[in-house]
């Protein structure tokens, strides 16, 4: 069965941090971009960062310099730190494979051949 597992998210004060990471069974994420999205409660999906098969990276502006996207593809798992977070953070957090396409300087999920079913995190004192 082929399927993406998100893991690492929950409840972290502002400021603090959380490691995601997104693992994959049935298939290697070694040819696939990693995608990471996100969506609140009554907002739109938002593309949050991308890591492509060869490394380069993509951040959406209200993460950059914040979040670090990374992949171990031995472990073929791929990780989001995310550091200084912000009540604003607060969503469920998906990972997709596929392509990073990236549109007027915004992540969309144009190419995703596969999704994960999401991880809460809550950005909250």
């Known amino acids: 069965q082929l399927q993406l597992v998100e893991s690492g998210g929950g409840l972290v004060q502002p400021g603090g941090s959380l490691r995601l990471s997104c693992a994959a069974s049935?298939?290697?994420?070694?040819?696939?971009?990693i995608n990471w999205f996100r969506q609140a409660p009554g907002k739109e999906r938002e593309g949050v960062s991308c890591?492509?098969?060869?490394?380069?990276?993509y951040y959406a502006d209200s993460v950059k310099g914040r979040f670090t996207i990374s992949r171990d593809n031995a472990k073929n798992t791929v990780y989001l730190q995310m550091n200084s977070l912000k009540p604003e953070d607060t969503s469920v957090y998906y990972c997709?494979?596929?392509?990073?396409?990236?549109?007027?300087?915004?992540?969309?999920?144009?190419?995703?051949?596969?999704w994960g079913k999401g991880t809460l995190v809550t950005v909250s004192s």
């Open positions: 997709a494979a596929g392509a990073c396409t990236i549109v007027g300087g915004k992540l969309l999920p144009y190419g995703v051949h596969y």
């Open positions: 890591i492509s098969s060869m490394y380069s990276t």
């Open positions: 049935g298939f290697t994420l070694d040819n696939y971009a």
